[in-house]
């Protein structure tokens, strides 16, 4: 799987938007951009996934850029129960292999 | 349940001794991973399941880890012969492999403590 870059930890006062970057400049064209959080004490949670258009869920939306070699997750109306790690990570598309985790960004949502 | 549960939650054993940890995934999902993660650290893959294939053991650290799968259920990671450095959350996460892409639920691991 490609490679990610996450910036290690990132601050968002309660309320407001929190846009979270990634760089996966080497993704290749059959590779979909997952994000996963994790919130203390807990496992892993799926936020969201795509492949070259953005997508919107309940939880998150995910922005891709043209070339696919970045993307940003955005929390449109971040709450302190936000305050996690979040993966950014690239998967190939075929069958279902195993996640490979980075470190991920530490977001502290701030009242 | 709904989720993928995991048991126990906590294990405190002593060096040498053998350990066994249990994942029930959920229902109909026929992919069963174990991913181990230290203190502070990330996530390490260690072993995968896809229905009645071989499993992918690529991530398994020494020939003291051992996982079996029953069918498309129940799984169990065991340890040999613990050591301190296997102190670590053991997190066991399924997906609907039928799904193209399906995202993986994870439980909320077992913590294992190793003195």
């Known amino acids: 799987d490609a490679k990610t870059t996450q910036p290690p930890s990132m601050d968002c006062a309660e309320g407001r938007a929190a846009n979270l970057p990634c760089n996966h400049s080497t993704i290749s064209g059959n590779e979909y951009v997952y994000w996963y959080r994790q919130i203390h004490s807990q496992g892993p949670q799926y936020i969201i996934h795509?492949?070259?258009n953005n997508e919107t869920n309940e939880m998150a939306s995910l922005i891709i850029t043209e070339d696919r070699k970045s993307s940003t997750l955005i929390l449109p109306h971040a709450t302190l129960r936000d305050t996690a790690v979040y993966y950014c990570i690239v998967r190939v598309a075929s069958g279902n292999t195993p996640l490979v985790f980075g470190k991920g960004t530490r977001l502290s949502v701030i009242a | 349940g709904a989720g993928v549960s995991q048991s126990p939650s906590n294990k405190v054993t002593e060096k040498g001794k053998d350990v066994e940890l249990r994942c029930d995934p959920i229902s109909g999902h026929t992919a069963l991973y174990w991913y181990r993660q230290r203190l502070g650290q990330g996530l390490e893959f260690l072993i995968y399941?896809?229905?009645?294939?071989?499993?992918?053991k690529s991530g398994l650290p020494s020939d003291r880890f051992s996982a079996e799968r029953t069918g498309e259920s129940v799984s169990t990671l065991t340890i040999q012969r613990t050591q301190q450095e296997d102190s670590a959350v053991y997190l066991c996460?399924?997906?609907?492999?039928?799904?193209?892409?399906?995202?993986?639920?994870f439980g909320n691991g077992t913590r294992l403590t190793v003195t």
């Open positions: 996460a399924s997906s609907l492999a039928a799904l193209y892409n399906s995202p993986l639920h």
């Open positions: 399941f896809q229905g009645n294939s071989a499993p992918d």
């Open positions: 795509g492949l070259k």
